[in-house]
Structures are given as C-alpha cells and as structure tokens.
C-alpha cells in the first residue's frame, strides 16, 4: 500500500513521514499528542520535517494558513474515516473477528490514503526550498503549533518536547 500512495502522491515529506512514523515510540508520541490533546499528527510530522531541512519556526499567519489548508480533508474526510475504524473494533464486538479485521484494514487503508491527501496538501502549498540548509530543533515550532491550537505556553512546550525527545532519541532526526 505504501508503495501505492507513493506513485499517487509523491513526495519527500510522504517519505519522511512513512520513515519516522514507522518507529513505535514516535507513533506512540504522535498518537498521544493526537488522542489526549486533538493535535494532528500530519501538522507535528510536518513541523519536523520543515525543521530537519532547516526551515525556521513557522509564524503564526503560515501555521493559520497550514491548518486552513487542511482542515476540511482532516475533519470532512480522516477523522471520520478514523472515527469509523475505531468504532469497529468495540460496536461490533460480537461479530466474527476475522470480518472485522479485514473490515478495518480496508478502512485503515483509506485513511492512509486520505492522510496523503492532506499531506500532499501541505507539501504543495507550503514548500520549503533548499534542501541543503543545516537541521533545525522541531520544539520551537512544534510548542507553536501547540500554543496555536489553544494549548497554555508550558503544557505547549512540555508536549513539543516529548515529541522532539523521542525523535532525537530514535536517531532519526
């Protein structure tokens, strides 16, 4: 499948997010930013790779525009793909698991493919130029993003850096 979504949607933050994604502690930090404080996971892995390819800290009116951007796919399209996944697994509980499985994996992969929508979204509207330039730390922009989606400046910053941690620590920064 990921192959797939890499011929239709093309692209080195696709890459990279596949990549970093793919590491359990990285995933499980991007969940739990997503699940207890409704950041979205697609916004944080692309203020890491703008900042891994030496991007400076997103200002408020680029980061409003981000979140314009994507908005409608990610609450029109992937968080009700998400939410419907997700109920599979308690709603029908009485229902063979085998059904249910391949029910879910079928909707996983959709929500895969609308996540490289909205992934695609970002990379086309908000391009980053030279690839040359020297690493930069996510947590500035990554507490921005936080604080801007209504979150205190200190529970902001303690959530970037939990994230920004776990990449660092993962060497795949």
């Known amino acids: ?20 994604y793919g590491n359990a502690a990285v995933r499980d930090c991007c969940l739990m930013l997503q699940n ?8 944080l892995l692309f203020l890491c790779w703008r900042a891994e390819n030496g991007v400076p800290t997103t ?28 109920s599979l697994k308690t709603s029908l509980a009485a ?17 895969l493919a609308a996540e490289a929508i909205v992934q695609s979204r970002l990379y086309q509207n ?12 996510p947590e500035p922009g990554l507490a921005a993003y936080m604080q801007h989606i209504g979150h205190e400046p200190a529970i902001a910053h303690r959530q970037a850096g939990a994230l920004d941690k776990v990449i660092l620590a993962s060497h795949i920064f």
């Open 95 to 111: 229902e063979s698991t085998h059904t249910i499985e391949a029910m879910r994996d079928h909707l996983l992969t959709t929500e």
């Open 36 to 43: 207890l404080y409704r950041a979205d996971v697609n916004m």
């Open 126 to 137: 908000f391009p980053i130029g030279n690839y040359e330039q020297p690493a930069l730390d």
């Open 1 to 20: 499948m990921n192959k797939q979504l890499n011929t239709l949607f093309p692209n080195p933050f696709w890459d990279y997010s596949l990549r970093i």
């Open 59 to 86: 200002d408020k009116a680029t980061l409003t525009a981000m979140i314009g951007a994507t908005e409608a796919l990610r609450s029109g399209l992937v968080e009700p793909l998400r939410a419907l996944r997700r």
